[in-house]
């Protein structure tokens, strides 16, 4: 019985999966079912005050999802973790944990157009306020820091242009503030990039890309890191103050080091209801025991790709981090070591009408909203994802006119490229 | 001992090996995290004496509360205690004048004291700080795993279902604690600063 530690492939394969109890299943079975038997009124009475751990009712927890739960949390270096509906269910699970009404939190500019949707108009409404800052200027998140700050929200690989965030620097500002630092590591994946390490309390991700990796299942999650101090001042009551809808428990006290997930759980999916189904988590489990192979090759690919782009002469630009020329070259090296991603944008001579042109003329990338899939996709983010936004703001966020965003899959590199030769080159 | 990052072996050790747990600060209120730990370590048929001198002449889960450690009347294998850092001291000072010794203190969730732990080794007694039982146990045993929890224990052996009154394996492959540095890190600059 030794202390050894397995390395990543190892956990993508194992994290979370004992053979079933009851059968000796290998893989992990679906547990298709709402709900669960209690032994008798005591334990009914001891899992629903938290007292003992165990199953109630799917929407709280449910076997095969807990699966998922523990192996992305391993994957994460994480203390624990809840799996929901989709990667706008983790958001949204976060933040009630964290902000009562006319609360703010700052978030980079360069965000999924989803996320800056959810956060501009969705949360006003429940009085959250979401303050902007640009990941490339780390003081401008120190500018944005009030009294009523509860968190800073980040991606570490960001959308559409596949930037990377000094995740250390903008860790060392929530730290000053007092505020915990949430990293959305979808693009990444552990497998890239361990926000944890880097210094975040809490990592989210829609478990629909990268990690699910075959465009068949939404889900989402989140990691706690078990790295912030929920107790001082009060700031978080949901986490340090007794809570009513369990008779007084302080989570904090009661949990130490994996609350905060317990809160997402016991607090936000039991009450907003955002519930993974088992059969999804199943698909999503199925996709992460081969994440370190695919997003290799992900990587792999999709750095041929840029390169190929690059040296087009209908291309104006390309922004890919893997390229020795890009800006956040630099920060990818540090960040991401084996690869920067497979997500990532380049702009084309011919603008607006140039970019439809492509993306229609493409017979293997498909065009469709979705990245992180086996399949290698393209969009036009400025018509699409992030259409809702003003001129201004889709610039900013890396999605003007001119730019295409591809996500590229594992399928060979040289029809990739033969693809978009035939399609650039007519 | 490094208090900052226990090996799984050390608390497996630990928790194979006890019977009797006298909890210092056990409460009856049952939304109080040593209720929950004292109920579920009951559970899994450890020996418990609920210690609360508030309490004497009652009982916990069928236990009768003891006023202080002296009074117990008989040894214990380990002391678990829930009480702030700043009152770890007197009840160390308690345990070492025992006979026999406890083989292990243990002090709760957020409690640390590293002078009274050093007093305890010197005379070859186990410490733990800042852990839960509860906890380790359900890690151990991956009996935590339903709550989504990082039990950071692998195993291709099929274990039983966990049944009331029933111990659970804790020797299961460990990762060691490597992959939740970042918490025991945070954890370590806390006590640092205060």
Known sequence: ?426 | MNHDAYPDNYIRGILNSVKSIAMVGASPVNVRPSYFAFKYLAQRGYDMIPINPGHVGKELLGKPFVASLSDIGRPVDMIDIFRNSSHIMPVIEEALTLDPLPKVIWMQLGARDDAAAAKAEAVGIKVVMNRCPKIEYGRLSSEISWMGVNSRTLSSKRAPAPTQGMRLSLNRMSVGGGDTAASDRAAKNKSEQS
């Open chain 1, 1 to 426: 019985m030794s202390d050894r530690l397995p390395g990543f492939s190892t956990l993508a394969v194992h994290a979370g999966a004992q053979p079933d109890p009851t059968t000796g299943a290998r893989a992990t079975p679906i547990y298709q079912t709402t709900s669960f038997v209690f032994n008798d009124a005591d334990h009914a009475a001891s899992l629903f005050g938290l007292q003992a751990f165990g199953n109630i009712y799917t929407r709280i927890g449910n076997p095969t999802n807990a699966v998922l739960e523990e192996r992305v949390a391993a994957l994460e270096g994480g203390t624990a973790a809840l799996a929901v509906a989709s990667g706008h269910a983790a958001q949204v699970v976060v933040l009630q944990q964290l902000l009562q009404p006319g609360d703010e939190f700052i978030a980079a500019r360069k965000l999924y157009g989803g996320s800056i949707n959810q956060f501009t108009h969705a949360f006003k409404s429940f009085g959250w306020n979401v303050v902007w800052a640009d990941p490339d200027d780390i003081a401008s998140f120190e500018r944005a820091v009030t009294p009523r700050t509860k968190a800073i929200f980040i991606e570490s690989i960001a959308n559409p242009a596949g930037s990377i965030t000094d995740i250390e620097a903008i860790s060392t500002v929530a730290r000053k503030a007092g505020v915990p630092l949430i990293v959305d590591n979808t693009l990444a994946s552990p497998y890239l990039i361990r926000p944890i390490d880097h210094g975040a309390d809490i990592v989210v991700h829609s478990l629909t890309k990268f990690l699910g990796g075959h465009g068949n299942s939404l889900g989402g999650i989140i990691v706690d890191a078990g790295t912030f101090d929920w107790s001082t001042g009060g700031k978080y009551p949901m986490l340090s103050e007794p809570r009513p809808e369990y008779h007084g428990i302080r989570l904090q006290e009661t949990f130490g080091n994996f609350a905060f997930a317990i809160a997402c759980r016991v607090l936000g999916l039991r009450d907003l209801g955002p519930a993974l189904s088992p059969f999804n988590a199943f698909m999503i489990l199925t996709g992460i025991e081969t994440l370190p192979l695919r997003m290799q090759k992900h990587c792999d690919n999709a750095k041929a790709v840029a390169e190929y782009l690059a040296g087009h002469p209908a291309v104006a630009s390309v922004s890919y981090a893997g390229l020795p020329s890009d800006k956040y070259n630099q920060l990818a090296r540090k960040y991401a070591p084996k690869g920067a991603g497979a997500v990532f944008t380049f702009s084309l001579k011919g603008g607006y009408d140039a970019g439809v042109n492509l993306v229609s003329k493409l017979q293997l990338f498909s065009h469709l909203a979705n990245v992180g899939d086996t399949r290698s996709l393209v969009i036009h983010p400025a018509s699409t994802t992030h259409s809702q936004l003003d001129d201004a703001a889709k610039i900013t966020s890396g999605a003007g006119p001119d730019v295409v965003r591809l996500s590229v899959g594992i399928e060979d590199k040289e029809d990739l490229i033969a693809d978009l030769e035939q399609a650039l080159g007519a």
